[in-house]
């Protein structure tokens, strides 16, 4: 074949090489037109591609009709524009049909910034020997069995001690953000058991402060000046160093003593890595795996890449201290470091200082001679605020982030992570604590069914039974309710497949994260009862003639409209039963798991229809006889004709593989 194209194109002398290359631009435009005629809009790099492809294969196809003819000039021309502009938008299909299901769809976004090939294949390189040292950790640790690995788990003796332990020491090892992610999940009782939380907890950030040189360098590209120039004085010896960032005191100009927050040079880059080689080991763990697929690994690891990625951008943070700090409720002694904006940035964030002891430092708030009892009623009262009347709260109060202040207040810092819950959430969150006061299972059900998503079908009574033996359980024999039994409560409900928003997993883990606060503040101390007080001296406050008579007042504002409506309604409403009879309307495919089954089935039927006729035609093209010649023996016809048959087998192929996976799975 490689002989007839080059006696063809040495026939045609120098009209093939101008008529080939003049092509090219038409056949880009072609691809181009293919692309919206597809209903995408592609990138440049794709419209080239698929255009050359098609140019190349047009061209082909051209010199090998030339070489048929005996005159191969005849129809030349117009064969290479003809051939090409088809070959391309085939070509335009077939990357469209080749790729991943979505892939390209998520790639058009046209070209945006100057390809950098090089460093591409530097950076997915990167990705790869990551994943590939990841995976080498798992299977060592004998977890690779439990990720849906097929290479096998090594070292026996590893494999003996308890899994809790292996997973510790694997994510230990793995550093980075798979340590990031371990102490999340420490905190989310919801997914992991006792044990397993109880262990993650142990992870710490072994990591070593950053030069001063790479810290200056970038204090100054993000100051906008010598760091002389913004701070009076800074200490270039850090009072704290973890994985995204390390922290340093300073003096501003006017005086004010400050503490800086640098983040890590190159952490980004590094996050965004194992970021990827998470995804991919989500992507394979639910593909792979039972569990995996049940407890949808994917959507949680997308939901940590965002929170992880939110505490990369320190502005985030800053406008977390303002909005908590604004949300505090009057008179709390309890104080939030005023942020200042002028010099916060991306990648470096600046604070008032505050003076005091971490709660931490036990022998610290000895000395000081606090009255314990009293601040912490002061911490509990405030957190409940933030939390159930103005709906927004610091979402980390473990005792390393609360200090007791030499003024005799308390302090909250480091407000990477906050919480948000909204109205309907926080009348849950209240339901919730008056069933567990009043032992009611049922109100218990219908306080978590109002803002949870269901998984799967639920049978309520059989959910309320679990609830009641839960209550049981934990509440029997005038037992006091713990916030510790919140963790039985989420996994009960995940077991269900009931899986509540995870800004309420938040205000939970919240919660327990604070009892242990308040028992290091002042040992003994119960929190239940303490909340109990607390919302008794709300419900005090709140109840009082002058608010029964103002709730009355807004209650029959708000119904005087709808009663106002309600016998024209039910006026309208017999009239037109009496005149057209009752009828029922159903929604077909409202639900979107209904339009994707849809649109699954719709789009197999339209594939196998697709290659059925596609290969009738093709047939019949075979069996023609005449037409212009290909080579050979062959026509023109006959070759679209075998080309069409390909096509088809492709096409109905495909949709039994799809069919018989659905099938397997």
């Known amino acids: 074949m490689g002989g007839v194209v080059v006696a063809a194109s040495t026939s045609l002398g120098g009209l093939a090489v101008v008529v080939i290359v003049l092509a090219v631009p038409g056949t880009l435009v072609a691809a181009w037109v293919a692309g919206r005629m597809l209903g995408v809009r592609r990138s440049l790099s794709l419209t080239v591609l698929s255009g050359l492809l098609g140019w190349a294969a047009g061209s082909g196809l051209s010199l090998i009709v030339a070489s048929q003819k005996h005159d191969p000039t005849s129809g030349f021309t117009r064969n290479v524009i003809l051939f090409s502009v088809f070959g ?62 097929t290479n096998g788990d090594r070292e026996a003796g590893t494999r003996r001690a308890p899994t809790a332990r292996r997973l510790r020491l694997a994510l230990e090892e793995g550093g980075g953000m798979f340590v990031k992610m371990g102490q999340v999940l420490s905190t989310r009782p919801d997914l992991v058991s006792g044990p397993v939380a109880a262990e993650l907890a142990q992870l710490q950030d072994h990591v070593s402060p950053v030069g001063r040189d790479e810290v200056e360098a970038m204090l100054v590209e993000e100051l906008g000046a010598p760091v002389e120039d913004v701070f009076a004085t800074f200490d270039w010896e850090p009072i704290a160093a973890a994985s995204i960032g390390q922290a340093y005191r300073a003096t501003r100009s006017d005086g004010e003593p400050v503490i800086v927050k640098v983040q890590r040079p190159g952490i980004a880059d590094a996050v965004e890595r194992d970021l990827d080689v998470l995804d991919e080991l989500a992507k394979a763990v639910e593909s792979r795996t039972t569990w995996g697929n049940e407890y949808q690994v994917r959507e949680l690891a997308s939901e940590f890449a965002d929170r992880l990625r939110e505490e990369l951008d320190f502005r985030t943070e800053a406008r977390n201290a303002t909005d908590v700090a604004s949300h505090l409720p ?45 601040l912490a009623d002061e911490l509990l009262r405030a957190m409940l605020a933030q939390m159930l009347v103005e709906g927004r709260f610091h979402a980390d109060p ?62 309520d009574d059989e959910l309320e039974r679990a609830l009641a033996r839960f209550m049981a359980r934990h509440l029997s024999s005038g037992a006091a309710p713990t916030p510790a039994m919140f963790n039985d409560l989420l996994q009960l409900l995940f077991t269900y497949g009931v899986v509540l928003p995870a800004e309420l997993s938040t205000l939970f883990r919240a919660l327990i994260t604070l009892d ?28 009082t003639p002058d608010t029964v ?47 994707r089954i849809l649109t699954r089935w719709v789009n197999r039927i339209v594939l196998a229809f697709a290659g ?5 035609i093709s047939v019949l093209l075979i069996g023609t006889r005449g037409g212009p010649p290909f080579s050979g023996d062959t026509s023109l016809f006959q070759f679209f004709g075998y080309f069409g048959l390909f096509c088809s087998t492709v096409l109905i192929m495909r949709v039994l593989v799809t069919v018989l996976r659905d099938g397997i799975n």
Request: aromatic content about 4%; overall charge positive.
């Open 516 to 543: 242990g606060t308040l028992t290091t503040l002042a040992p003994g101390y119960n929190t239940i009862e303490a909340a109990e007080r607390v919302a008794r001296d709300w419900m005090h406050a709140a109840i």
């Open 88 to 149: 391309a938008m085939s070509m335009s299909v077939w990357i469209e049909f080749l790729a991943r299901p979505g892939a390209l769809a998520r790639a058009q976004r046209g070209l945006t910034t100057i390809p950098r090939p090089l460093r591409s294949l530097r950076r997915r390189a990167q990705r790869v020997r990551r994943y590939a040292q990841i995976t080498r950790i798992a299977a060592r640790y004998g977890l690779g069995a439990s990720l849906g690995m």
């Open 330 to 374: 009057p008179g709390a002694r309890v104080r939030v470091p005023e942020v200042d904006h002028d010099l916060t940035g991306p990648r470096v964030l600046v604070m008032e200082w505050l003076d005091g002891v971490s709660v931490r430092d036990a022998a610290g708030v000895e000395r000081q001679g606090s009255d314990r009892e009293g």
């Open 612 to 616: 059925g006729a596609v290969g009738l």
């Open 398 to 459: 473990h005792p390393g982030n609360v200090m007791v202040l030499n003024d005799g207040r308390l302090g909250l810092i480091d407000f990477g992570a906050t919480g948000v819950i909204d109205p309907l959430q926080q009348a849950a969150v209240r339901d919730v604590m008056v069933a567990v006061a009043t032992h009611d299972p049922e109100l218990l059900r219908q306080a978590m069914l109002q803002v949870a998503t269901l998984r799967r079908p639920v049978d």
């Open 549 to 595: 008579e103002s709730v009355a007042r807004e209650e029959l504002i708000r119904l005087v409209p709808m009663l106002r409506r309600l016998p024209r309604q039910v006026d309208r409403m017999f009239s037109t039963a009496q005149r057209d009879g009752l009828r029922l309307r159903v929604s077909l495919f409202s639900s979107d798991r209904d339009e």
